[in-house]
C-alpha cells in the first residue's frame, strides 16, 4: 500500500503551533497511521460528508480531526482539529 501525503490547512497549521511539543510529537504519530491507511485507522465516514473521502478520527487520544482523502493524488488533507484540553 502506498503512503500518502498528509497536508494541513491554515487553520490547522495554526491548531498545531499551539499545541505543546510532546502533544505535537504524539500527534504527528497519529498522522503517520493515518497516512499508512487513510480508511482504516479507526477513523469513519463524516457525517453527512456525502462520500467515504470525508473521514473523522481521534489521533493518539489528544486531537479529533476531520479529513479528505485524494486518491488519485495519494493525498490526505486535514481540514479540521479539535485538540483536547
Known amino acids: 500500500m502506498s503512503r500518502?501525503?498528509?497536508?494541513?490547512t491554515d487553520l490547522v497549521r495554526a491548531e498545531l503551533r499551539a499545541m505543546s511539543t510532546k502533544t505535537?510529537?504524539?500527534f504527528e504519530e497519529?498522522?503517520?497511521?493515518?497516512?499508512r491507511d487513510p480508511y482504516g485507522a479507526d477513523?469513519?465516514?463524516y457525517p453527512g460528508g456525502g462520500n467515504d473521502d470525508h473521514r473523522i478520527t481521534q489521533i493518539a487520544g489528544v486531537a479529533v480531526?476531520?479529513?479528505m482523502i485524494t486518491k488519485t493524488a495519494l493525498l490526505v488533507?486535514?481540514?479540521?482539529?479539535?485538540?483536547?484540553?
Open 24 to 26: 505535537r510529537v504524539a
Open 43 to 45: 477513523s469513519r465516514p
Open 77 to 85: 488533507t486535514v481540514v479540521k482539529l479539535v485538540a483536547r484540553p
Open 4 to 8: 500518502y501525503t498528509v497536508e494541513y
Open 65 to 67: 480531526i476531520t479529513y
Open 30 to 35: 497519529g498522522v503517520g497511521v493515518i497516512a
